[in-house]
């Protein structure tokens, strides 16, 4: 079954820590980028990759990291220096530099 | 600036009403628009975009340069069409590439 898979669908996290939120597609998508989804403001890019071992930041970056080892995986960690980390975050891929995005189903992310 | 607006939170109608979901934007070169919906407990999907000129689940929508807007539309709406509508524009970024500029939503409820 083709498509992207965003793990774990809930997460935890105690303020100052780093925590890290998969994504991996078998789509074979050049693509793939990260959103947040907050509500009433819909989603913000937060960093976006072309292809392997190269990411660019998005409109929101500060805070998090990303790596692009391999074409399929595309993680994103949320560092302590994000400084309101509760949100829900959406990955997406997509062919070439631009053609229809592909999402995940989400991770939600909440800050005790 | 790069914007989309959704003016409306909520738009609530009765079964067999016409619908018309807001959009503007601003972009100072040529825009490509799309609608993006997410029904209940599914990942966000491409509804249409304005290059194909295409009526998806009844829906059209179509892009007014003058009045830089592209208002989604359908002359009888369904039960089946609740759910969240995302318009969004893409827009340039370095080197080439594109991404997505998301409105903050617009809830459609269809009510029986």
């Known amino acids: 079954d083709g498509g992207i898979t965003q793990s774990p669908k809930y997460l935890f996290r105690k303020e100052g820590q780093n925590v890290t939120l998969s994504c991996e597609q078998n789509?074979?998508?050049?693509?793939m980028y990260w959103y947040r989804q907050d509500p009433g403001q819909g989603l913000r890019l937060i960093y976006y990759s072309q292809i392997v071992n190269d990411f660019q930041k998005g409109d929101i970056a500060e805070g998090y990291s990303v790596s692009r080892e391999k074409k399929e995986s595309f993680p994103l960690t949320v560092t302590s220096a994000q400084k309101n980390p509760t949100a829900f975050y959406l990955c997406a891929s997509s062919i070439e530099r631009f053609r229809e995005l592909f999402f995940g189903e989400g991770s939600r992310l909440t800050v005790l | 600036a790069q914007r989309v607006t959704q003016p409306e939170k909520l738009l609530s109608v009765f079964k067999g009403a016409p619908v018309e979901l807001k959009c503007n934007y601003s972009?100072?070169?040529?825009?490509?628009l799309f609608w993006y919906v997410q029904y209940s407990r599914q990942r966000l999907q491409l509804l249409l975009r304005?290059?194909s000129r295409e009526s998806i689940k009844g829906f059209t929508a179509d892009l007014n340069k003058g009045e830089t807007s592209f208002h989604l539309k359908k002359p009888f709406a369904q039960e089946e069409d609740s759910a969240m509508y995302y318009c969004?524009?893409?827009?340039?970024?370095?080197?080439?590439?594109?991404?997505?500029?998301f409105g903050a939503g617009t809830r459609l409820a269809v009510h029986p």
């Open positions: 969004a524009l893409s827009a340039a970024l370095s080197g080439g590439y594109n991404k997505l500029i």
């Open positions: 972009y100072s070169g040529s825009p490509e």
């Open positions: 789509l074979n998508h050049d693509a």
């Open positions: 304005h290059i």
